[in-house]
């Protein structure tokens, strides 16, 4: 199993305290750490820690369980973990066992994993609510039911059993959509790691190459920078691009195709999610240039709505006012710009949305809407701002010289006191910036 050796980071206990505060005296918290997941028979995929848990524990094992306890006097931060197994750890290597969880990552005590069953329905004993992420891993769900039945098999006895069940999610996530100094710091790395391999990608393509060649190029900088992939990369050439999720990447690139990458690293378990769109022969021809300028104005656009107290969905309007009013003048949609935008018509080469929250998760926590509205922009969100366009071979009505082409930009924003910080500015996005970093190679 391949972990990431990862230092705990010092605001964790700062963290639990805060969630401890929101949810009262007469709450628990329960977070199971990420399974393990069999890739096949017996190897396992990377092994990549839950966010959630990562976030309030800094802990990189698995089989583990964090349990916060509010106002507890033996102990309110709590850590289930694997006990210290020197055969083991023979194989899969070193444990920090339940010592090393207290002296390590500053719990307040710690037991073995192995005794959860018989210590867990005590500590829920006496707890009004519970915050579990119910759902989300079936076979620990079915752990947390069999603990409490285990309490309210003690009523009779005089034992007061939860009856509230509350998602974690509502508290915990809200802090997570706020990014703090030590973590936009990661988030910083993580942006300029992925910018420097898309330059490397701009350098590294040619006609005649496959597209896996340019990934392999990808891969090779962000682990040689200790980062990961945030998720498997785009890297379409020609039509592929309109493929929104296309991963194959073993194309052929020819002469006169887009190449679209969509490559982001992990840095610490903080993605970055970056998209660049560039002439494999280091050329636009006019129709693409025409598109890509679009795209990167749409871009612009939203771009001059990042700051604090405008709505967050007010980037994504601006990119599709941009993008619509585009696209009739060149043709490729017909009607006024109110009809366009009305009827969505523009949803035929524009149909994602123009971004989301980025940090642990590349498409991050946090709510989008406040009770019902989209909410304002504040100081220490994060979030990408990605609008393309994708005209699909065979479009109907669409003139050829159109077709096949496919263009994202995505760059990762940070709202600041007083306007943004675009994380991702370490490569080109200009048409003629580009175009000198290609003819350059
Ligand atoms: N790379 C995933 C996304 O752009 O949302
Ligand atoms: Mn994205
Ligand atoms: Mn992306």
């Known amino acids: 199993m391949n972990q990431i050796s990862t230092r705990p980071m010092p605001e964790c206990a ?33 092994y990549r820690q839950d966010s959630d848990f990562w976030y309030l524990s800094g802990f990189p094992e698995p089989e583990a369980v964090l349990v916060l306890v509010p106002g507890r006097a033996h102990g309110q931060a709590l850590l289930f973990c694997r006990d210290r197994d020197p055969a083991r750890e023979a194989w899969d290597g070193a444990r920090a066992g339940t010592d090393g969880a207290v002296a390590g990552y500053g719990f307040d005590d710690a037991y073995p994993i192995a005794d959860i069953d018989d210590i867990l329905p005590g500590l829920l004993e006496g707890r009004r609510r519970v915050f579990y992420h119910f759902g989300r891993d079936a076979d620990f769900d079915l752990k947390m039911i069999g603990w409490v039945k285990r309490v309210r098999a003690q009523v009779k006895q005089g034992a007061q059993a939860p009856h509230e069940f509350l998602e974690l999610g509502h508290f915990l996530h809200e802090m997570r959509l706020f990014k703090s100094r030590e973590e936009l710091r990661l988030m910083r790395r993580a942006a300029q790691i992925a910018a420097q ?21 990808i891969i090779h900088h962000f682990r040689r920078h200790d980062a990961q992939l945030a998720y498997e990369s785009i890297v379409g050439s020609g039509a592929n691009a309109c493929t929104l999720h296309y991963v194959a990447n073993d194309a052929l690139m020819a002469d006169g195709d887009l190449l679209l990458i969509d490559a982001g690293a992990e840095y610490r378990n903080y993605a970055s999610d970056i998209t660049r769109t560039f002439p494999v022969n280091g050329r636009f021809s006019k129709e693409q240039r025409a598109i890509y300028q679009l795209v990167l104005d749409a871009q612009t656009a939203a771009l001059a709505q990042a700051r604090p107290g405008i709505a967050y969905d007010a980037g994504h309007h601006a990119a599709v006012a941009t993008l619509s009013e585009g696209l009739l003048r060149l043709g490729l949609l017909k009607g006024t710009l109110d009809k366009v935008i009305a009827d969505k018509a523009y949803e035929r080469f524009y149909m994602h949305k123009t971004g989301h929250w980025l940090g642990l998760d590349v498409h991050d926590v946090g709510d989008y809407r406040l009770a019902g509205e989209f909410r304002q922009l504040e100081p220490g969100m994060v979030f990408t701002i990605e609008p393309g366009l994708y005209i699909a071979p065979g479009s109907k009505g669409v003139p050829a010289k159109w077709q096949g082409i496919g263009v994202r930009i995505e760059d990762d924003v940070l709202i600041t006191r007083d306007g943004h910080e675009v994380l991702t500015d370490d490569v080109p996005r200009q048409i003629d910036e580009i175009e000198a970093l290609l003819a350059s190679r």
């Open 14 to 46: 700062r963290r639990r305290k805060q969630l401890m505060r929101m949810v009262g005296e007469d709450a628990i918290v329960v977070l199971p750490s990420a399974p393990p997941r069999t890739r096949s028979n017996d190897t396992h995929y990377g």
């Open 197 to 217: 391999a898309h330059v490397i990608a701009m350098r590294t393509a040619r006609p005649g190459m496959h597209e896996y060649e340019i990934e392999a190029a």
